[in-house]
């Protein structure tokens, strides 16, 4: 079974400009979840996503948006980029139904470097 | 309150030796689970084991056991006969909430050195 796919794996960007990262759940699972990991702050939970609706949010500002398509896969888009943003962006998935015992399985990441 | 404490932010393990990770948590919640997470340098988060707040026996994956004490609201992970590869980060998570309201948390993580 393919695991979590996540797109691209490196981006250098510039102040002012955007980005849209990709990522793939695995097969079956519809809960796709987002978290930006820096040095200073940790991992931080940015959004999650079941069935094309955004259903948790953390306290990010509005810049960042995301999405999630009828195949499960999910976009996270960031407007406006600014020097705090470069992370390691981390995408999870997970069924997304049922109890607390579902572990999620995370992406590679993608590490976005603003310059 | 923090609903994720990981107290040590560093440790050092001589190879061979056994080593404990401390994670205490805090939740209102009855039916919750506890997770812990590796993270290698390469920054790929790794899921290691699971624990049910309703489960009687602790969690054990192959070297990796969890000590879950309920009542002080800890679940400590356990790795026996530590090996090299084991340098990493770990992390404990907690999911709260039931259906469409599960609220995953992360602590800050313990940065796990293993000597040769």
């Known amino acids: 079974k393919a695991g979590v796919t996540q797109t691209p794996r490196y981006l250098i960007k510039t102040r002012g400009q955007q980005v849209t990262l990709s990522c793939s759940p695995i097969s079956g699972h519809r809960s796709v979840s987002w978290y930006q990991q820096t040095p200073g702050q940790g991992l931080q939970f940015l959004f999650e996503?079941?069935?094309?609706?955004?259903?948790n949010k953390g306290n990010f500002p509005g810049r960042f948006s995301g999405r999630q398509f009828s195949n499960s896969r999910s976009e996270m888009n960031v407007s406006t980029l600014e020097l705090g943003d470069s992370a390691l962006y981390l995408c999870?998935?997970?069924?997304?139904?049922?109890?607390?015992?579902?572990?999620?399985?995370f992406g590679d990441g993608t590490r976005l470097s603003i310059l | 309150a923090q609903k994720i404490t990981q107290t040590q932010p560093g440790m050092f393990v001589q190879e061979k030796e056994a080593v404990t990770l401390d994670c205490t948590y805090d939740?209102?919640?009855?039916?919750?689970?506890l997770f812990w997470y590796k993270q290698p340098s390469s920054g790929e988060m790794i899921f290691l084991i699971y624990q049910g707040s309703y489960d009687e026996q602790n969690a054990t994956e192959g070297r990796y056991s969890l000590n879950f004490q309920k009542a002080r609201k800890s679940a400590n992970l356990v790795i026996s006969a530590s090996q090299l590869g084991d340098s990493a980060m770990y992390f404990c998570?907690?999911?709260?909430?039931?259906?469409?309201?599960?609220?995953?948390?992360f602590g800050t993580g313990t940065k796990l050195q293993v000597i040769p």
């Open positions: 939740t209102s919640d009855q039916s919750y689970g």
């Open positions: 996503y079941f069935s094309e609706t955004q259903r």
């Open positions: 999870a998935s997970s069924l997304g139904q049922g109890g607390s015992n579902q572990p999620q399985h």
């Open positions: 998570a907690m999911r709260e909430g039931t259906g469409g309201y599960q609220k995953v948390t």
